[in-house]
C-alpha cells in the first residue's frame, strides 16, 4: 500500500472505531468470565480473533503509510504525519487511549482465566484424590465395580 491509498483520516478513525468494537468484545469476554456458565466463551474467542484480525490489517496499512515518508524529517513519525490532518490527530490519540483501556481489559481477563484455571485444577485434584482414596480403601475394584467390604469394623458396630 502507498500513500496515495491510504486515507489518514478515514482509516484512523475506522482503526479506531474498530478498537472500541474490540474493547466490547472484551468487557463481553470478562463479564463471561465472572458468571458460573462460561458456555459463551468459545464464541466471544471466536469472534475476539476475528476482531483482532481486522485490527492488524489496519495497522498494517497505517503502518505501511507510515513507512514511506512525506519528507525525510517525518518517516516513522505520526505525529508529523498528522500535522495537516487534525481531525485525524484527535481520532489518533483518541486510538492510543483506546488502545490502552483494551490492554487493560485483556490483561484482567488473562487474570480471570487463569483463576478459572487454577480453581478448575484444584476441584479435578480433589476428585482424583477422591478417587484414588476409594480405590485404596477397596470400595471399588480396578474394574469399576463396587467390592465387598472385607476386613474392619461392620457399620452399626462399636
Known sequence: MNNAVFDPIAGIANERDAVRVFIDVLRRE????QQADVSVLLSLAAEKASHAQQLAELAQAREQWLAVPDSLEDQGDMECRLADHPTAAMAWQELLQLTETAHQINEINGILVNQRLRYNQQRLSALQA???????NGLYGANGQPQIFSGGRRLGEI
Not at 30 to 33: F, G, P, R, T
Not at 130 to 136: F, V
Open 130 to 136: 477422591a478417587a484414588r482414596g476409594l480405590h485404596d
Open 30 to 33: 470478562q463479564h463471561a468470565l
